[in-house]
């Protein structure tokens, strides 16, 4: 489902008393699959009135990209988890298409396993909704000035990690030749989600969800699918432990 509200031009405006000039209000998009969660991420925006509005929403990728090419927003925030295409992939088409659109992730997905992918994709920022979401102006604000926005408890790692990665040395990853959404599923079948369950919440049949942990078994090494369960509870735990 998509809104389209109608939008009047922003454009700089002086005050009649001291000339000065205000600089129009940026424009956020917003993509989450759940109505009431944007309403209440448009209510915290709304507070900073002077300095954003929302221009669409979104609760998938394909209403997103179409919100996206009629108003060109400043902004986009999106959710990862998404039916059909998910966030990441939806980052690197958004920025295909506008790259001076800032993205910032607002995910209930840990940091530990999704920020760096999502920076990597275009992403400009990482917050949890586990986190005050009142940090949301603050993260926009930050990003549009040329910085990255993460929890401070993810900055020394996320630091750590860029300088491996420009050092050609960037730590192993068990999981790193899983797809995105192959992430998603093995960090759901860690939190002891069956089948039926991370269908429900991917948005995917049970025959893809099937299909994904057949690859994911195949892709880490795994002839059992009780070592691939326990593999991940295992992975989960740890990922969890260095949050």
Known sequence: MVALPTLKPTVNQATPDSGEVIA?????LL?????GFR???ASILQEERDAFEICGEAGAAP????VMRRFKPDFAILDIALPGTNGIELIKMMQAEQPRMLILVLSAHEESTYALRALRAGARGYVMKTEALDCVPQALRKIEGGGIFVSPAY????IFKAINADAGTEEDSPVACLSDRELEVLDLLGKGHGTKDMAEILHLSVKTIETH???IKEKLGFKDSRDLV??????KTHEQGEA
């Open 155 to 158: 900055n020394d790692r996320l």
């Open 63 to 66: 209403a997103a990209l179409e």
């Open 39 to 41: 309403r209440g991420l």
């Open 31 to 35: 993509v989450d699959d759940h109505p």
């Open 24 to 28: 129009p209000r940026k424009r956020v």
């Open 230 to 235: 326990r593999f991940a509870i295992e992975w």
């Open 213 to 215: 942990r057949m690859h």
